[in-house]
């Protein structure tokens, strides 16, 4: 079996070694098909510009075997593109390099500025739109109204608005130099053995890391016979303890984050793997970085969630839940995004809740649910309901462990991909204050984009007149969302939510900065039938309940004195129970009478125990 063991392990290192390695492989060439189909959405006269530049560079079919240089050569194509088409669109309303040189030197005679309306109409006495254009983006700089003291100060200001001017007016045809725009003509111009031979590296990437986990995974059946975790070794395994295995995952989730949020053309060759994955769902459509990170996501929950069921095969609450995230996580949050926009519906995963999703009242958002006939609309009316409405009132009959152990992708992705870093939760009493000073100031920032981004949408899709007003108390409702999704949906949930899960254990993001979390942890901890009961006189200090909480609670504190544990950030996981030899632990549904709560201190001479108890009972 532990020959097994190894090949599994080999197989697993292989296929990410090849997953890696696919990211050098192959050439990129720019040919005129795949600029049209890059751009399939720009007007005409933008992609002509751009073949124009393209071909006066001599580039185009000209292949580049480094990713790297492919892109600055990509980056220096766009901005010579628009600098092209700006320089044509400025001759109608802007001004062109010849027009600014000539006011400027009309403007500063004898060393001095001279700068008024009368010279701009003198100038183009049969072009009143570049007067007006011109007028209103200078007028404050007429000498009648400013005094300049040097000219270069003059000419830096004139050329500054001059350039927005000629960007204005040129805005609907220029090309912007983003991560989208790098990936859609990188994807397209990627040639070579990987784009060749996309079935095969399916097989060598996905496949056999995925035969090989199993291998590893399964051989523990016959390892461990017994059922169930035990202290057994955790703290002095490599890659369970933050040591050099830990680091070597560490710092590839994190730069593996990064450089899907941040530089995803880096990625191409990856996302060709899987575009006959996509076909699948739709003809002649490829994978987009986003489809990559679903069958990543999906995967690794799906071979760690048989993990998750041999390991704890003796208890049936750790199977159903499992279960239960891993039905949630296949059918809501992929096939369905997937399934949707085949028949012209939202591309929405239907269990994602406000405020953990976002972007649900942006203005974008509400409109394709609007316009998308009465599913769209009913989509519309769930997702509120589900937020204001479902979720308390699952809280208090359940607590957040319906939501976050049962349903949840992040907290699914958490107990399987991050079930072998549970342990490295901070037990201390520092920790436990520094997560409610973050998460509930997080759930503050969510409620004020909510509230700015709901008021934009509604002037814009209700109120016509109001439109362009996208502020509220002077806060942008593009820059706030921009911010929060960087912020929170990157940076915290992403790079440091999943990225760390081998430094700071798998519930970072939900222990840290859910707003979700934080919204269901304040009707757990204050009003909800769910707690953790405890039998104290049974307790043998183990630790192993502490050890194994996710969430950084001390169990056994609470257990060696018999309180209830009612916390607002206990996922109700129920390992401490599945791991407690002596089942101390039990998780309940019950009324809020009758608990033991951590302002009672109860002594054998203070109260009859089995009154309590017949009492709890009756």
Not at 267 to 295: C, M, R
């Amino acid at each position: 079996m532990k020959l097994l063991r190894i090949i599994g392990l080999f197989l697993f290192i292989t296929s990410v070694l090849i997953f890696t390695g696919t990211i050098f492989i192959g050439n990129y060439t720019l040919s005129e098909s795949s600029i049209r189909k890059a751009l399939t959405s720009k007007k005409e006269t933008t992609v002509n510009a751009f073949i124009t530049v393209v071909k006066e560079e001599k580039v185009l079919d000209k292949p580049f075997n480094n990713q790297h240089l492919f892109i600055n050569k990509v980056t220096e194509l766009i901005k010579k593109s628009n600098k092209s088409i700006t320089d044509k669109i400025a001759i109608k309303k802007g001004l062109t390099a010849s027009e600014i040189e000539k006011i400027t030197q009309l403007s500063t005679v004898n060393n001095q500025v001279n700068y008024s309306k009368e010279l701009l109409q003198q100038l183009f006495l049969k072009n009143p739109d570049k007067i007006q254009a011109i007028d209103n983006a200078t007028n404050w700089m007429y000498t009648a109204n400013k005094k300049y003291a040097k000219i270069v100060n003059f000419k830096n200001d004139f050329n500054a608005k001059v350039a927005d001017i000629n960007r204005n007016n040129a805005q609907e045809f220029l090309l912007y130099d983003n991560k989208y725009l790098r990936f859609d003509l990188t994807k397209l111009s990627a040639t070579g053995i990987v784009s060749n031979n996309k079935l095969l590296f399916l097989f060598l990437t996905f496949g056999l890391g995925i035969i090989g986990s199993l291998l590893f995974i399964i051989s523990a059946l016959f390892l461990k016979p017994i059922a169930g975790i035990r202290n057994d070794g955790i703290y002095l395994q490599a890659a369970t303890n933050r040591g050099w295995v830990g680091m070597i995952v560490f710092g590839f989730l994190v730069l593996f984050y990064i450089v899907l949020y941040f530089y995803p053309y880096i990625l191409v060759n990856l996302t060709n793997i899987l575009d006959p994955v996509k076909q699948l769902f739709i003809k002649n459509e490829t994978a987009s970085h986003w489809f990559l990170y679903g069958i990543l996501y999906t995967t690794s929950m799906f071979v760690m969630g048989i993990r998750m069921l041999i390991k704890y095969r003796h208890n049936q609450y750790q199977i159903f839940r499992t279960i239960s995230v891993l039905f949630f996580q296949v059918i809501f949050a992929f096939l369905l995004v997937e399934i949707l926009p085949i028949f012209d519906l939202p591309a929405v995963d239907l269990k994602n809740a406000w405020p953990l999703d976002y972007n649900f009242y942006t203005d974008w958002n509400i409109k394709n649910h609007l316009n998308a006939g009465h599913l769209g609309k009913f989509m519309l009316i769930w997702g509120i309901l589900f937020s204001l409405i479902i979720i308390p009132i699952l809280v208090y009959f359940y607590g957040k462990r319906w939501y976050c152990s049962w349903v949840c992708g992040c907290g699914g992705l958490a107990e399987t991909l991050g079930d072998p870093y549970r342990q490295l939760s901070d037990k201390r009493l520092f920790a436990w204050k520094i997560e409610r000073w973050i998460i509930y100031p997080v759930l503050l920032f969510a409620i004020i984009m909510t509230i700015v981004v709901g008021y934009n949408t509604y002037t814009i899709i209700y109120n016509p007149a109001q439109i362009g007003n996208n502020t509220l108390f002077g806060i942008n409702a593009y820059k706030i969302n921009e911010w929060y999704g960087f912020l929170i949906g990157s940076i915290f949930a992403g790079v440091i939510g999943t990225g760390f899960y081998p430094i700071l254990g798998n519930r970072t993001w939900c222990r840290f900065g859910c707003p979700l979390a934080a919204y269901m942890g304040i009707i757990q901890r204050f009003k909800s039938r769910f707690r953790i009961t405890t039998n104290g006189g049974q307790c043998i200090s183990c630790g192993n309940c502490s050890t194994y909480c996710e969430q950084g609670i001390d169990v056994r504190a609470y257990a060696q004195k018999g309180e209830n544990i009612v916390r607002s950030s206990c996922v109700g996981c129920g390992i401490c129970s599945a791991v407690c030899p002596r089942g101390v632990l039990k998780l309940e549904n019950g009324p809020e009478e009758g608990r033991i709560n951590p302002t009672e201190i109860l002594l054998g001479n203070d109260i009859d125990l089995m009154k309590l108890i017949n009492n709890n009972n009756g």
